[in-house]
């Protein structure tokens, strides 16, 4: 059973920066770990995701501000978020599956309880 616990969500200034972690429990190591975020009145959507080979996958909307990176030697993956937005504010979530992940569009066995983040102006 594979638990996911996300850290580092906060409250920042646009411009600014934030690292998100996603801590698992149990064996992922053959796993693909997508972020998600979900803004309030707004649908979830994929931000980025990791393969367990490292290939990683961005919505158009982070691509070059937002970098996903994992260490496998303390099972965590980590959401680098660079220039911050207002438009990037929401709840963000970590989700895995087994094996690959080509997309976003996949029924993800695993979600952690989330993390906020807030970007003001």
């Known amino acids: 059973q594979v638990q996911l616990e996300e850290g580092g969500g906060g409250s920042v200034q646009s411009g600014d920066s934030l690292t998100l972690s996603c801590g698992a429990s149990g064996d992922t190591y053959f796993y693909c770990v997508a972020w998600f975020r979900q803004a309030p009145g707004k649908e979830r959507e994929g931000v980025a995701l990791i393969n367990f080979d490292g290939k990683t996958i961005y919505a158009d909307n982070v691509k070059g501000r937002f970098t996903i990176s994992q260490d496998k030697t303390n099972n965590t993956r980590y959401l680098k978020m660079n220039s911050l937005k207002p438009e990037d504010t929401g709840k963000y979530y970590c989700?895995?599956?087994?094996?690959?992940?080509?997309?976003?569009?996949?029924?993800?066995?695993?979600w952690g309880q989330g993390t906020q983040v807030t970007v003001s102006s």
């Open positions: 989700a895995a599956r087994q094996y690959f992940c080509a997309n976003f569009n996949y029924d993800y066995n695993y």
